[in-house]
Structures are given as structure tokens and as C-alpha cells.
């Protein structure tokens, strides 16, 4: 009986798909894998959904306001990036624990089809919610006749 060990959510949670998809992207990325991780782990959260004719991008930002952001879309890359400027006050020195912080963060995704025009844009409580429409897809091929 010593050897039952009780379920653990935690351990489970360490064999999902996304922890699994996580260590492939980590294994063939450039860069050291680890500190790719931790540093991911300490941007912002993201979501990205194809809606057939756009996609529907949400960020998780509690906390910023639109000053703070800036979104821009080239040549397919959507770049997010958050820069917040630290307030300096007196009452800093009397911390006894300080876990907020101010800085700056960026997260840059590649959409091969989105079309820079028409973006819309809208933060709301905390999350940013993009729509961002697809370019039309033009046909390229050419039947080729045989002699």
C-alpha cells in the first residue's frame, strides 16, 4: 500500500497536448529552450482563432491602458507590445514585499494571409480583442497542356 500514490491534477496536467506542443516548439526553436520557456511564461497570455474570413486574436492585459500598447501588423507579422513606464514615489522604500512590477513586454505572431486593412481594434477591461481580416486568395495555377 506505501507504493499508491494519490492523483495529482499538477502531474497530470505536465502530460497535456499544449505542455507537450510547448516542448516540440522549445526543442526546434532557435535559442536555449528553457529561457525561451520562462520568458514566455512571463509575457502576456494569447489566443488566436481562424473565423474563416478573419482571425480573432484576445490578450490577456489586466492592468494596461491603451497608452501603453501598441499593435502593428507587417508583412503578416502581428506584433503586440506593452511598455509601461514606472511611477517613482516616496512610499517605494517602505515595502516589505514587492511582487508588481512595471515593464515592458512583447509577443510577435505570424499570419501569412492577414490583410493590414480594416484591423479593428478594442481594449475592455484587461483584453485586447483583434479581429483581423484575411487577404482574398488569389488562384495562381495554370493548367499546362500536354503535347
Given amino acids: 500500500m506505501s507504493?499508491?500514490?494519490p492523483f495529482n491534477r499538477r502531474r497530470r496536467a505536465l502530460l497535456s497536448d499544449s505542455n507537450f506542443s510547448n516542448m516540440l516548439d522549445d526543442f526546434f526553436s532557435s535559442g536555449f529552450p528553457t529561457m525561451e520557456r520562462n520568458l514566455?511564461?512571463?509575457?502576456?497570455?494569447?489566443?488566436?482563432?481562424?473565423?474563416?474570413?478573419?482571425?480573432?486574436?484576445?490578450a490577456e492585459l489586466p492592468g494596461i491602458k491603451k497608452e501603453d500598447l501598441d499593435v502593428s501588423l507587417d508583412k503578416g507579422r502581428l506584433k503586440i507590445r506593452v511598455h509601461q513606464e514606472e511611477e517613482k514615489d516616496e512610499e517605494e522604500k517602505n515595502y516589505i514585499h514587492k511582487e508588481r512590477?512595471?515593464?515592458?513586454?512583447?509577443?510577435?505572431?505570424?499570419?501569412?494571409?492577414?490583410?493590414?486593412?480594416?484591423?479593428?481594434?478594442?481594449?475592455?477591461?484587461?483584453?485586447?480583442?483583434?479581429?483581423?481580416p484575411k487577404k482574398e486568395e488569389i488562384d495562381t495555377s495554370k493548367r499546362i497542356e500536354i503535347e
Avoid: P
Fill in 40 to 58: 514566455q511564461m512571463d509575457t502576456f497570455k494569447l489566443d488566436i482563432k481562424d473565423e474563416g474570413e478573419n482571425y480573432k486574436v484576445t
Fill in 101 to 132: 512590477r512595471v515593464c515592458s513586454m512583447e509577443r510577435n505572431i505570424y499570419l501569412e494571409d492577414a490583410d493590414s486593412e480594416d484591423i479593428k481594434a478594442r481594449l475592455d477591461d484587461g483584453i485586447l480583442n483583434l479581429t483581423i
Fill in 3 to 5: 507504493n499508491l500514490r
